[in-house]
């Protein structure tokens, strides 16, 4: 079975640009959850969505940070302007239901390199 | 207030030995817990979970323990594999629904 899937694996692009992850949930799953991963603040909570509305924004760092839902297969998060330290790795996850007990399973990361 | 926490950061041990990470919580108000493993260039994956109302919960060469009186968990692994060598997170679900991960044991199996 397929699992989340998210693109772009890797994207190195230059400060000020506009940057778009892309992410395709598990077929069925209601929960969406982008997450950042840095070395110096560990697997930070962005975002997350249930059943495509958006719950709970507010680790999203700032306005430059927007994420949309548009349907249950399809999540984008965008960097606008982007800066050096949004590089970091972002995860995608999804999850079957709404319940917080269901197992939360997680694509292989977008690697974001700002320069 | 939330926070998950693991008293080391890294952990070295031999192959064939049990390991034994551990991780500290602050809201003893949490209920529900999850380990992760993360191997280099992949998401994390999901262990084992175990619940409040459980002290300890098997899995397949993997056992977590709770003990709710001074807020700790920790995940052991039996008889480590080169295979097991990753970082390993725990993560706690709360109530509004939000995985809160802790920072990360990096687990090196020597051979």
């Known amino acids: ?115 | 207030g939330e926070s998950v926490g693991l008293h080391l950061p890294t952990l070295s041990v031999q192959e064939g030995d049990n390991s034994i990470i551990n991780c500290a919580y602050s809201n003893s108000a949490s209920d529900y817990f999850i380990w992760y493993k993360q191997e280099s260039g992949k998401g994390p994956q999901f262990i084992i979970d175990i619940r409040s109302n459980m002290d300890k919960r098997q899995g397949q060469r993997v056992t977590v323990l709770l003990n709710k009186t001074v807020k700790h968990l920790s995940l052991q692994i039996a008889a480590t594999q080169p295979g097991d060598s990753a970082v390993y997170f725990c993560a706690e679900t709360n109530q509004g629904g939000k995985l809160i991960f802790g920072q990360g044991t990096e687990l090196s199996v020597k051979p």
């Open chain 1, 1 to 115: 079975d397929a699992g989340v899937i998210q693109s772009p694996r890797h994207e190195v692009t230059e400060m000020g640009q506009e940057v778009t992850l892309r992410c395709k949930p598990i077929s069925g799953h209601n929960s969406l959850f982008w997450y950042r991963q840095t070395m110096m603040r560990g697997l930070e909570l962005l975002i997350y969505f249930n059943n495509n509305v958006p719950i709970d924004d507010s680790g999203m760092p700032e306005d430059r940070f927007s994420a949309k839902m548009p349907n249950a297969s399809f999540s984008t998060l965008k960097i606008q302007p982007s800066e050096p330290r949004d590089s970091a790795v972002y995860f995608c996850a999804s999850r079957a239901g709404v319940g917080r007990r269901n197992t939360i399973y997680f694509g292989e990361g977008s690697w974001l390199t700002v320069v």
